[in-house]
């Protein structure tokens, strides 16, 4: 029998409120206004041509707001506990994902069972440590979000 993803995704949400982590999520939505007021700004002053100009520099614009800008995100408080993003915005096959992920990292530094590894992360400071390193990755290579400390 194997771990239950929902038991390790809920000690890995109890790890990050504790250490109070916080992921700056991205607004693609803003970029892609971003990148379409620069094409049509462009198209209207410069005609066709100006298409392709403002909407490369409304893309750049875009990928400059959007790009782990800790600095705009701070001040705007654009940020959510990465404990809420673990329990609300991961699909089903990323929480998969998440719970192997934290399961390999972990296996890494101790010889260690599958159902073994939800009471390690509450009873091992070396194991905590391991874990919250694996998600804080996890978040920051595969998902591409900025986390706070």
């Given at each position: 029998m194997a771990v239950s993803t929902q038991e390790l995704l809920s000690a890995l949400s109890i790890l990050a409120d504790n250490e109070n982590i916080q992921v700056a999520f991205e607004e693609s939505a803003k970029g892609a206004a971003v990148c379409a007021a620069g094409a049509l700004i462009g198209g209207l002053l410069m005609g066709p041509r100006g298409l392709a100009v403002g909407g490369a520099l409304g893309g750049l614009a875009a990928y400059g707001?959007?790009?782990?800008?800790?600095?705009?995100?701070?001040?705007?408080?654009?940020?959510?506990?990465?404990?809420?993003?673990?329990?609300?915005?991961?699909?089903?096959?990323?929480?998969?994902?998440?719970?192997?992920?934290?399961?390999?990292?972990?296996?890494?530094?101790?010889?260690?069972?599958?159902?073994?590894?939800?009471?390690?992360?509450?009873?091992?400071?070396?194991?905590?440590?391991?874990?919250?390193?694996?998600?804080?990755?996890?978040?920051?290579?595969?998902?591409?979000?900025?986390?706070?400390?």
């Open positions: 707001l959007t790009e782990g800008n800790c600095l705009l995100l701070f001040i705007s408080g654009k940020f959510k506990s990465l404990s809420e993003v673990i329990s609300d915005d991961l699909s089903d096959s990323q929480r998969r994902e998440l719970k192997e992920h934290v399961i390999r990292a972990i296996s890494q530094i101790k010889a260690v069972s599958a159902l073994e590894v939800v009471g390690l992360i509450f009873k091992s400071k070396q194991v905590q440590d391991v874990a919250l390193n694996a998600v804080k990755s996890f978040f920051t290579d595969r998902m591409r979000m900025t986390i706070i400390d």
